[in-house]
């Protein structure tokens, strides 16, 4: 064996078919070498495409048989305060949606007027912030004065606050009874419960944002402007990507096991599974939790996707 030679080595005599066939890729043209990578890049980026369409089928299926299953029975409108109920709900839901109200129209004024009605009649004192934001889109930036609706609870020995956000605009072409008038009286109906209750220990920060729609614009308002927002603990955002099913936590921040040990603990009809998120991560778009999570804040993100 030379000093050149390493074990296993063939010499050119003893090379066969594999041996050339390795040749002749190494002496392939700069030409077919690019052809050859081109085509192995499209095979990657179709079986990425694959991949995906079997999670999401996946994802898809997992959420038909769980919204079969597991969900909690509508609770009448004649129930305690003390409890949330759905027909109650539902009845907010329907006095407030009535046609299209994307931001700056005259219907979105009126929605904005119902709901510090409804805050009121719950014992709030909501205040409305009014701000520019700047967004950047597909399209390039746009700006918007929003106007987000505020209100606090304070609780008796508050070491940080707990946050609860949906938006109240809509598209121009919807009237956001689901994305997101949902999420605004499942709010309403649910600090009407709290307030029933015992006395909060921690803070409780409600914000139905503006501008969603448009870039999420209310939320980022609210983070980067907001005096409270150094007070927010956790975040608690509630969207609508369909128009009914399970609401499903879908999202998180890093660190999570101690609020996801929570959900387990107190939710007693939790739906949430790790597939939602790999989904969510590859759509181009984001939620009004985008901008809290940039911000560091924990949270849970939920969704009904039907």
């Known amino acids: 064996m030379s000093d050149l030679e390493l074990p296993g080595t063939l010499s050119d005599g003893e090379r066969g078919p594999a041996g050339q066939r390795l040749e002749e890729d190494l002496s392939s043209s700069p030409e077919e070498a690019t052809a050859t990578s081109g085509e192995s890049k499209a095979r990657i980026a179709g079986t990425g495409w694959q991949a995906f369409l079997m999670l999401t089928a ?28 759905s027909a109650r709900a539902m009845t907010t839901l329907t006095g407030m949606v009535r046609r299209a109200h994307p931001p700056g129209s005259p219907e979105h004024a009126w929605v904005r007027g119902f709901i510090v009605e409804e805050m009121l009649k719950l014992g709030l004192d909501p205040q409305v912030q009014t701000t520019t934001s700047i967004a950047q889109g597909f399209d390039g930036a746009r700006s918007a004065t929003v106007r987000n609706i505020i209100a606090r609870v304070p609780g008796t020995s508050s070491t940080g606050a707990v946050l609860i956000t949906a938006h109240y605009d809509s598209r121009e072409i919807a009237v956001g009874a689901g994305d997101d008038g949902s999420g605004v009286v499942a709010a309403l109906e649910s600090i009407r419960a709290v307030r029933t209750g015992l006395p909060l220990l921690n803070d409780l920060i409600v914000v139905f944002t503006d501008a969603e729609e448009m870039g999420l614009m209310g939320a980022r308002a609210f983070v980067a402007e ?7 603990d956790i975040v608690l955002s509630f969207e609508m990507r369909g ?15 101690w609020i996801i040990r929570t959900l387990k603990e107190w939710d007693t009809h939790p739906f949430a599974n790790s597939m939602s998120y ?16 940039e911000a560091g804040t924990q949270g849970l993100n939920f969704a009904s996707i039907d």
């Open 278 to 293: 790999e989904v969510y991560q590859r759509m181009p778009n984001g939620t009004d939790f985008t901008p809290f999570i």
């Open 226 to 232: 907001h005096e409270w927002m150094p007070d927010v």
């Open 58 to 85: 996946l994802f898809l299926l997992s959420i038909f048989a769980s919204s079969r299953t597991g969900l909690p029975s509508p609770v009448a409108a004649n129930a305690p305060d003390s409890v949330f109920s």
């Open 243 to 257: 128009s009914g099913g399970p609401s499903i936590m879908f999202e998180t921040a890093d660190q999570n096991g």
